[in-house]
């Protein structure tokens, strides 16, 4: 059983933990990242798709103490902002303890510390950490959720998860049902659409649909004016820019974007084109799925679909709340 100390216990080392190590190095604070992953930002190296670019304006996406290089457009691609990582973490010679999955995380007050059990996923055993604070920076996106749908198990084609999904270069031609509506299913059916496949997008619950320069609008105005006025002006913009989207089988809510965001961790969609798509007919916007038998695919409506392949676009479940203990 291995033991470590550090004033500062880090868990996770996506840009967040990143960042975190970045100002305590600054400071000279002792720290320790621990990474479950071989590698930093692995949801951008390993578990993104090809076409991602960051939804948000550079300027509210950018690290602490190095900007984006001048030459960086306003919406960065992936590998852009993976290059810029790779020279952050170079700069402040970042290294996290990768390939360790923490299973316990408590504060000990005899000792005035936070005691940290992680299994080393290298050799399987349990090490020891102790730090004064600790800092959880694991994210919105721990664990890939795909829910329980019955007959999906006799489904005969590929079920993928998001993050398996690269590029829609190998489904040219078929019918692929993407099933969720948030920003990664919403551009992973434009990806599948542009690339040739007769796709469909299941829209189970009410979205907003703004553009990127909208959303930097509303943040920007966040600084000045209440969340409802902001609110007000986004749903009337996205009013005025895509209409009525019951038409398209859309609902928006009835509470605005940023409300949504604060209280229930709820993204508006950032169109990247999908809207248009939707619009010409080529991403047909479908009901929640009741069943699943063979390859096809009961909906809601009675109606069935047969599909190629399925992608869920369904989010992730956090995991802090399996070894965070706090009394």
């Known amino acids: ?5 550090a004033a500062v216990i880090i868990v996770g080392a996506g840009p967040s933990g990143l960042a975190t190590a970045a ?8 720290y320790m990242i621990l ?4 590698c930093f930002a692995s949801l951008w190296k390993k578990y993104a798709y090809d076409r991602l670019h ?28 993976l ?23 408590k504060f000990d007050e005899a000792s005035n510390k936070w005691i940290v059990k992680a299994r080393n996923l290298a050799c399987g055993e349990v090490e020891d950490f102790t730090g004064r604070f600790l800092v959880v920076a694991t994210g919105e996106t721990s664990n890939p959720y795909t829910p329980e749908i019955q007959g999906l198990d006799t489904f005969p084609g590929d079920v993928l998860h998001s993050t398996q999904f690269r590029n ?12 969720g509506s948030g920003n990664s299913g919403m551009e992973i059916a434009l990806d599948l659409a542009n690339n040739g496949a007769n796709t469909s997008i299941v829209v189970r619950s009410p979205v907003h649909i ?14 000045y004016i209440p969340v409802n006025m902001v609110d007000t002006l986004m749903v009337m913009l996205s009013k005025l820019v895509y209409g009525d989207l019951t038409k ?6 009835k509470e605005g974007p940023f409300f949504m965001k604060v209280a229930y961790g709820k993204y508006p969609v950032f169109d990247q084109g999908t809207y248009n798509k939707i619009k010409s007919g080529e991403i047909q916007v479908l009901p929640a799925i009741s069943s699943i038998k063979g390859n096809e695919v009961m909906l809601e409506n009675g109606k069935t679909h047969p599909f190629y392949t399925i992608v869920f676009c369904t989010g992730f479940k956090r995991s802090t709340n399996i070894w965070l203990k706090v009394t």
Request: with cysteine; hydrophobic share 40%; net charge positive.
């Open 83 to 105: 290059s810029y990582l790779d020279d952050y973490v170079s700069h402040f010679n970042i290294t996290p303890l990768y390939r360790r999955c923490v299973e316990l995380a």
């Open 168 to 179: 829609g270069k190998a489904f040219t031609g078929h019918n692929v049902l993407v099933v």
């Open 23 to 30: 100002c305590l190095n600054l400071h000279s604070i002792p």
């Open 35 to 38: 990474e479950r992953e071989d």
């Open 248 to 253: 398209y089988g859309i609902i928006r809510p």
């Open 54 to 81: 960051l939804h948000l304006d550079k300027q509210f996406c950018v690290l602490p103490h190095i900007p984006f290089p001048h030459s960086y457009p306003r919406f960065i691609s992936k590998q852009q902002f």
């Open 1 to 5: 059983m291995v033991q470590e100390q």
């Open 210 to 223: 703004l553009s990127k320069q909208m959303v930097c609008l509303g943040l920007i105005l966040l600084k």
